[in-house]
């Protein structure tokens, strides 16, 4: 509808009238206005062949792009918000500005006269050739110092030079490699310094600025190039998902009838699948800190259809504490309130956000301690462009929308994920003489059994089962039913359900030992009613179900540790957070049944 060029007043307005009603409430806004997936251009005379096309890279090359670019944020940023009086660039709830959403040059939707069109390719291969020049003297002698057989773009007479598969790329080390990713590096931080300044100089944005947030198809060779290019931006940002397969049509953003899937637990990457490498989308919330750069996940999920989706906020908000990641933002909800029927990437059910009151004041009340580097590597710029990678890298979760696209991904080794489970890791890129220091390795991370750096958190493989222990918080996440009779230092747990999160947390900022007042919360599975999948592994869903969102009953018990001689009042909440009853106040030490469809209660001593 109308030039891609032109902006949408009406639209602009909307946004202006979101950042009022989120400055009422506190709620800072994160700014994301350029997503290729979303753009298919019109025929353009400046830009020919993307007629119809997603226009993945294009942003990197052409400056004339930039300069569309450009022009929307100055509409976005410098019209005044007839609700504010300012314009966004100068109101403190905009703190972040996204410039490119999911794209990169290292990605697999980089292929040269297949999603680039034959115009843009040549250009990009005549800005390469350019470079070449600089470099060799000449787009010939470069050719001549590779030695390497001609492709298709080797057009040394007009001074074009073809540009290697991004696999290749990562795997021949030939030297036309080395030098093709360092073209595709430089290009991209580039292109991310022109609008970085841009936003900063010409709009006097003071929003913190987010380069991109995707991914590699090799993160532990291309994966440095791509974060030291996105590390010219204030803030490193990544999206993770976690999810089983599901296959079938649309089933990378529907559920529906006739589709196959399977229920997959983070839990289960060794041990319970019989020590088979772990999946792609393990750890979907943390990675390296790169460059001292703050890091934030600005999408995460656990989509949907999969019962063990309960286990997604505790560990997001622990190990993210671990990390000291700097913001974790769930993604998405379609409805105002609690959703109605779980869609792929619903999170406003019990499930996900109705964990948050305990995973919130984990996160933002510190209750998990931040933990020293485990392993600190340097990478020089000449390793960095001579594809040395770097020693381990965690392969983040893709959302099912882009996931095909991913082709080759390398990335994850149980080395990998049990050093991030253990503490950060920081990599300084581009920076500095080769160095590493790596505790890690000499800590048994292989094992089944992985503890934090600072004995709080335990991943037990074997089990699916992880234990926070902190003076302020207890939980227990996973298959709980294995470990029935588990002992927390505040807290026992015996549950029937095979699988659970529960957490204890204090509510008056003293140890869970003098505590007076405490939140506990349990929840189980949540699913569509009427949905209906029969059998086990992979199989064909013969119905989505629809409102309302069930709750699989919670069966067991609880009993607090200590706190003798005091009378115990137990108040359960509804999903909002409203008392609904009183229940009989046991001593603390007598066992606490638990409700089959209450999440939360609190507990008051005295």
């Not at 506190?26 to 993307?50: N, Q, T």
């Not at 080797?154 to 991004?166: A, H, I, K, Q, S």
């Not at 996160?363 to 933990?371: D, I, K, N, T």
């Amino acid at each position: 509808e109308g030039s891609f060029r032109e902006v949408d007043s009406s639209k602009v307005d909307r946004l202006q009238r979101l950042a009022a009603m989120l400055s009422e409430q506190g709620i800072y806004l994160s700014l994301s206005i350029y997503f290729p997936v979303w753009l298919r251009l019109a025929h353009d005379a400046e830009f020919p062949g993307y007629e119809g096309k997603q226009p993945f890279a294009l942003s990197y090359f052409s400056e004339a792009f930039r300069d569309v670019m450009k022009e929307w944020w100055r509409a976005v940023l410098l019209t005044p918000s007839p609700y504010t009086g300012l314009p966004l660039a100068r109101d403190p709830t905009l703190a972040l500005l996204e410039l490119v959403n999911e794209d990169s040059t290292f990605f697999g939707t980089f292929k040269p006269y297949r999603v680039i069109p034959e115009t843009t390719t040549h250009e990009v291969e005549a800005q390469f050739g350019a470079w070449l020049s600089v470099r060799y003297g000449s787009v010939s002698k470069a050719l001549e110092v590779w030695s390497s057989p001609r492709i298709k773009g080797d057009e040394p007479e007009v001074g074009r030079v073809g540009l290697l598969p991004l696999w290749n790329v990562a795997h021949d080390g030939s030297t036309r490699a080395r030098d093709t990713a360092e073209f595709l590096a430089r290009s991209m931080r580039d292109a991310y310094a022109d609008m970085h300044d841009f936003l900063r100089r010409a709009l006097g944005a003071h929003a913190l600025t987010i380069c991109s947030n995707w991914t590699t198809v090799d993160e532990l060779v291309l994966g440095p190039l791509d974060n030291w290019a996105n590390s010219v931006c204030d803030v490193m940002d990544r999206h993770g998902y976690f999810a089983g397969p599901h296959l079938g049509d649309s089933a990378a953003h529907t559920v529906r009838a006739g589709q196959q899937y399977d229920d997959s637990s983070m839990l289960q990457w060794a041990g319970r699948n019989n020590g088979a490498a772990p999946p792609t989308s393990v750890l979907p919330f943390i990675e390296p800190r790169v460059n001292g750069r703050p890091h934030v996940v600005s999408e995460l999920g656990w989509s949907w259809p999969n019962r063990f989706r309960a286990e997604g906020p505790l560990l997001v908000a622990a190990y993210g504490s671990l990390h000291d990641v700097d913001g974790l933002m769930w993604f998405a909800s379609g409805a105002v309130g609690w959703a109605q029927s779980l869609g792929k990437f619903e999170v406003s059910d019990l499930a996900i956000m109705g964990q948050f009151p305990a995973a919130a004041a984990i996160y933002r009340q510190g209750l998990v301690r931040g933990a020293e580097p485990v392993v600190d590597v340097t990478l020089s710029e000449g390793s960095l462009f001579a594809l040395r990678g770097v020693p381990l890298a965690a392969q983040t979760g893709l959302d099912a929308l882009r996931a095909p696209g991913a082709q080759e991904r390398r990335g994850n080794s149980r080395d990998a994920i049990a050093t991030l489970l253990r503490g950060p890791v920081n990599e300084r890129l581009g920076e500095g003489a080769d160095a590493l220091e790596d505790e890690a390795r000499q800590s048994g991370v292989g094992a089944a059994v992985v503890g934090s750096h600072t004995g709080e958190l335990t991943w037990d493989a074997d089990k699916g089962l992880v234990t926070l222990v902190a003076p302020r918080a207890n939980a227990a996440v996973g298959f709980v039913g294995s470990a029935s009779g588990m002992t927390l230092p505040a807290i026992d747990v015996t549950l029937e359900n095979d699988y659970a999160s529960v957490a204890l947390v204090s509510l008056d900022g003293e140890p869970l030992s003098r505590s007076k007042s405490m939140l506990l919360q349990v929840v189980t599975e949540v699913s569509n009613a009427g949905f209906e999948a029969a059998g086990h592994g992979v199989r064909r869903i013969a119905a989505a179900g629809g409102p309302p969102v069930l709750l699989r009953s919670i069966r067991g018990h609880v009993r607090l540790h200590g706190h003798e001689g005091q009378e115990l009042t137990v108040t359960a909440l509804d999903g909002n957070g409203q008392a609904t009853r009183s229940l009989h106040s046991p001593r603390p030490g007598a066992g606490l049944p638990l409700l089959p469809d209450v999440t939360h209660y609190v507990l008051t001593l005295r």
